[in-house]
Structure formats: C-alpha cells, structure tokens
C-alpha cells in the first residue's frame, strides 16, 4: 500500500499524462485544422455537455447498459454452470474446449454479423456480450475448480462437512479469484462488443446507434462525445463490479 | 475400537506402497508407525481414514465400515481453511443440530485445553506453527471421533515446543481416551506416544518389528533412562535392517 506522499505522486503522474494527452490532441486537432476529421478536445467538451442535456442520451444510456449487464449475467450464470462441469469432469472439460476456442478465436465482427442475420436488432448486442463473456468466465471457473486444494476437500472429507458447506467454504473462496478475474474481463469486453454491435445494428436506442448516427451526419465530435459517455459506462460499471464483490468478501 | 488390516495391497499408478500389509491396532491404545519417509505410513492411515479404498484385501474397524467411523485426522499439514477464523473453523466440524450458543461454547471449553482461547478471532496466518498445530489438534478432540490418527504431527518443530505440545496430546486423550495410531519417523516420540511401536520397512511397508512399550505412560518424558536404553536398542535393529530413518 503506498504512502499518502506516494499516492499523491502517482496522482500527480496520472493528471500529467491527461494533461499531456489533451495537449497532443489539441496541437493535432489545430495541425489538421478540420473539426470534421479531428475536433478539438475543447468542441468535443461542449458537444459532450449538449448532448448531456438531451432527454435522448440518457434513455440511450440506459438501453445500452441494460443491454450490457443482462448479456454479462448470461455469461456469468452459463460460464458458472459449464466452467463448475468442465472442472469437475475431464470428458465435460474436452467436449467444451473445442466450442470455448473456436468463439474466443472468432473475430467479434464475424459474431455480430451471424447474430444480426439470426436475432432482432435489440437481441443482437445482448447475444454478442454474452457470447464474447461466456468463454472467458467458463476457462476461469473451470481453472478455479482445478486449483481447488485437495489436501482441503480431504479434510472436509474425514470432518463430515456436508456438501453445501463444503462448496461454500471449501470451494467457492477457492474459485471466487479466478471468477472475479473473469467476470471483470467479461464486463469490460461486453461494453466493447455491446457498442460495436449497436452500431451495425442500429437498435432504436443505445450508445452505437447514436455514435451511427453522428458519424452519418459527419458530426465527429459528436462521436467523440458518445465514446466518452462509452468509455465512464465502462468506467463506472467496473467500479461498481469490484466495489461489490469487496463488499461481498467482508460479508463471507 | 480396533482396527484391523488383513492382506491389503494399494498401488498409486505403477509404484506399490502396500503389498499384503497386515496389522491389527489395539483397542483404546496409543500404537506409534514408525517407519522411514515415503515408506507407506499415511497411506496406511488414509486408508483407515476412508480417504482412499484397499485396492485388495481387507479393513474392518471394530465392525464397522471405514466410511461409518469418525476419525479425528490429525494432519501432518494441519489443513485449517486460511480465509476462516479459528472459531469458524472449528465450528464447521460441529453438526448445526447442535445450537450456534452451544457450539460455541463448546469451541471456547477446547481452545481453553489447548490453550489457545485468545486465538478464537484469529486467521490461520496469524497463529504461529506450535499454535497452528494446537488448533489441529482441537479441531479433532471437538469433532468427538471413534478415533484419532496423527500424521507426524510434531515433526519440523524445536523439541520444547515439541514436547509442550506431546503434552497437549496427552491431556486431551486423557479426557477421552480413544485408538490412536500415530506416524512417525522420530524414535523418541514414537517412544514418549506409543503404547504399541510397529516398525516398518521401506516401502512397500511391512512390519518388521513390534514392540510394547515397557515405560508407563506418565514417566514418559524426554530423558527418561528407559527410553534412551530402547531408543538405542532400536536403532541398532533399523541397522541391522539396513533401514534409513530419515
């Protein structure tokens, strides 16, 4: 844990290289002297601001982050269930690894391109997330499970701890890392591919239809505004994700 | 409660730790496995713990099935949960038919033998090795087992704390006293334990010598002249054995 002169060093650092980064962009944005293919971080403020005070942003806000988290608690509730079976059979563990490798090494495009042939443009992004996630928080649960202790389960063994108690203080604080470790990947790609699949989508509402929409109407820093709404939904649903699952420890 | 193994064979893979092993461990005594490392010796005692199966042969306890006997496990690697208290983990051995105030009452009686009661908040990577080992110990006299089985569960530690904790061992099986079989590499405290000695072989094991302890129970005590004279008595038999006691 590092001291509070340190933290506020790193404080420091990281206001320096923000800094440092909107100083780039805008030597960049007055080089390219075009708002059309670079405006400047100053216009991408104030587009950021009106678009913050339309009724609009916010009921697309919210599709998007329904969208997201209801396609990350798929993956979480599939990942669980496959990734406890495939740790716990070798068979279940071979019969699933051709499926989990093949949708991990598929471009997300190909996936958003197959599920908009296949869905309705609003089930589109909820599929992708869970699809994108479901692999990953398989192969992590499915190595927790591996890295549980047998020396442990023995033990639970010869005490006679019953099974519930077993899979709860045994097993689950075993897998709980690799689980979160998984889960917060998860959650940080379903915003990517969410947004992604929006944009090819066009759903009524949502972060990429509205992202479309501006780049339709060449209004660049309107883009950039939407990215950077992007970007804090990431930002904060993370936040919240770990904020819980700290909280859910202390309880344990 | 006496145990008996009759014929048993078990093999992990291609290597054969038992081949027609057979021992029969008295009723309510104290019988210490002495026997060089690998030799076999928790093998054995997994087997009676009903964490592993005779792949031939046969093992009653008393008439009971391995799976129907409550053994109290004192592991060599103690094996308490690091993310639980030592409460929590010494609850868990406590069936829920008995009331949390109870439980806990229970758990506070046990700590207080053990001496240890100021540890019932404590994580297991708090507690030092001597007391890491008491909690084992705890967890195994609160668990009210048929019988108790001790993997070299002094090993590693100085001979004053080892003794202290002999000492524990003795107590608490003074309360309730049980068959135990205790594994060891170590002569003297196969000597301060044991009511019965078997020697074994390397592996695959075999008894090869069994002895009575001669020294009552309460003069054994490290320098006794007794135990010295026999400590020295077997190890010239392991030489003649050509056995390495490691």
Excluded at chain 2, 121 to 132: A, E, H, I, K, R
Excluded at chain 2, 187 to 198: K, M, N, P, R
Aim: charged share 20%; glycine share 6%.
């Amino acid at each position: 844990m590092p001291s509070p002169e340190g933290k506020r060093s790193l404080l420091l650092i990281r206001i320096l290289s923000l800094l440092s980064f909107l100083l780039l962009w805008e030597l960049a944005s007055r080089w390219m002297d075009s708002p059309i293919i670079l405006p400047s971080p100053e216009a991408t403020l104030k587009e950021t601001w009106m678009l913050l005070r339309t009724g609009g942003f916010y009921r697309s806000l919210g599709a998007t982050l329904l969208r997201g988290v209801t396609g990350f608690l798929l993956s979480v509730g599939a990942g669980l269930s496959i990734g406890i079976l495939s740790g716990k059979s070798n068979i279940l563990r071979e019969f699933f690894r051709p499926f989990l490798t093949s949708i991990q090494s598929t471009p997300v495009l190909a996936i958003i391109l197959l599920a908009l042939i296949w869905f309705p443009t609003e089930t589109v992004p909820v599929f992708v997330a869970f699809l994108m996630g479901f692999p990953i928080i398989t192969t992590n649960v499915t190595e927790g499970i591996l890295s549980v202790d047998h020396r442990l389960l023995e033990m639970a063994k010869v005490f006679r701890i019953d099974r519930w108690r077993r899979a709860l203080y045994v097993v689950l604080p075993s897998i709980l890392p690799h689980l979160v470790g998984g889960a917060s990947s998860a959650l940080g790609l379903s915003w990517r591919v969410v947004v992604a699949s929006e944009v090819l989508s066009q759903p009524l509402l949502g972060i990429g239809t509205g992202m479309q929409e501006a780049k339709l109407r060449l209004e660049t820093a309107r883009v950039f505004a939407w990215t950077l709404a992007a970007l804090v939904l990431s930002y904060s649903t993370e936040s919240i994700f770990r904020w819980v699952v700290h909280r859910l420890k202390r309880l344990a | 409660m006496m145990i008996e193994l009759d014929e048993v064979r078990f093999e992990y893979g291609s290597v054969t730790v038992l081949d027609r092993f057979s021992a029969r461990f008295p009723s309510m005594e104290v019988t210490a496995l002495l026997g060089p490392s690998g030799c076999g010796k928790t093998t054995i005692l997994n087997l009676i713990a009903g964490l592993l199966k005779p792949q031939e042969g046969t093992l009653r306890v008393d008439d009971k099935f391995p799976h129907e006997v409550r053994v109290g496990y004192i592991f060599q690697d103690v094996r308490l949960l690091p993310w639980l208290t030592v409460k929590r983990n010494l609850d868990l051995v406590l069936p829920r038919t008995i009331p949390a105030e109870e439980r806990l009452k229970r758990i506070r009686s046990v700590l207080r033998m053990v001496g240890m009661e100021h540890a019932l908040t404590l994580f297991p990577d708090q507690l030092s090795g001597g007391m890491y080992r008491r909690v084992g110990m705890a967890r195994a006299y609160l668990f009210e087992p048929d019988l108790y089985l001790m993997d070299e569960s002094f090993q590693g530690l100085d001979p004053p704390l080892k003794f202290q904790l002999l000492s524990v061992f003795q107590q608490l099986r003074s309360m309730s006293p049980k068959t135990t079989i205790f594994v060891t590499h170590d002569i003297e405290e196969a000597l301060l334990v044991g009511d019965e000695i078997f020697l074994l072989s390397p592996m695959p094991a075999r008894i090869v010598h069994s002895l009575r302890n001669p020294v009552p129970p309460n003069d054994r005590v490290p320098g006794n002249q007794d135990i010295a004279k026999i400590e020295g008595e077997l190890f010239t038999l392991f030489r003649r054995n050509n056995i390495i006691y490691l």
